[in-house]
């Protein structure tokens, strides 16, 4: 990443603060596999694909929580700018809005600004990520039988941050010339979930012309 990215993409811009692996466990030895054949330059189709001999829930936990800190990343520089005012509706683009709806407080799909969506969002996956009933980090604890499941809801949310930052926002990360690194990301991201068929096609749907043209 060039001096400038570091300067844009710096940890007092993240949204919220970034979840760790402890060092010696398998998922940190994965994640530091995963991070190793993206610096490497390898084919971002080939990095997502799950390693001979090693367990999908593994592999897809490592994933989720890299791709939540990235993204997390991305949505801060330019949360400033995110605002009731600007983004009254959290939408991507006039044919797509996105309700909130959780098992606490919004028992219906409700329709909130952008940043309040966006806070409730990862204050969701936060918790998801950080309860050891969903996302054990001791060996020997096994995953949830709707681990997987529980992953895609994950995923299709956070899709919802990148078509919004791409749509409303982008002309933020032209500015501060974080285009290509945002770019690799969402390639990344897209390629991991339909490699492993994490994400409805029909999510998929607001970004689907800058798609074809990026990654197909």
């Given at each position: 990443m060039s001096i400038a990215l570091k300067q844009v993409f710096n940890?007092?811009?993240?949204?919220?603060?970034?979840r760790k692996f402890d060092p010696g466990t398998q998922r940190f030895d994965l994640h530091k596999r995963a991070q190793a054949s993206l610096n490497s330059g390898v084919d971002l189709r080939a990095?997502?694909?799950?390693?001979?001999?090693?367990?999908?829930?593994?592999?897809?936990?490592?994933?989720?929580?890299?791709?939540?800190?990235?993204i997390n990343l991305i949505y801060g520089t330019v949360c400033e700018f995110c605002t009731e005012?600007?983004?009254p509706v959290m939408s991507g683009g006039p044919r797509y809005e996105y309700r909130?709806?959780?098992?606490l407080k919004y028992k219906k799909p409700t329709p909130l600004p952008a940043p309040q969506y966006m806070n409730l969002l990862m204050d969701w996956i936060e918790m998801q990520i950080n309860n050891?009933?969903?996302?054990?980090t001791s060996i020997g604890i096994p995953f949830p039988k709707n681990f997987i499941q529980i992953c895609?809801?994950?995923l299709c949310r956070l899709f919802r941050v990148f078509v919004h930052v791409y749509i409303h926002h982008f002309d933020r990360i032209l500015l501060m010339g974080a285009e290509a690194h945002v770019n690799t990301?969402?390639?990344?991201?897209?390629?991991?979930?339909?490699?492993?068929?994490?994400?409805?096609?029909?999510?998929?749907?607001?970004?689907?012309?800058m798609t074809s043209r990026m990654c197909l």
């Open positions: 940890k007092d811009k993240t949204f919220r603060p970034k990095a997502v694909q799950l390693p001979h001999g090693e367990d999908l829930n593994d592999w897809v936990a490592v994933h989720v929580v890299d791709f939540f800190n990235r005012k600007s983004c909130w709806q959780d098992e050891e009933d969903i996302f054990p895609k809801k994950i990301c969402y390639k990344h991201f897209y390629y991991f979930c339909t490699e492993l068929n994490l994400i409805d096609r029909k999510e998929l749907e607001p970004l689907k012309e």
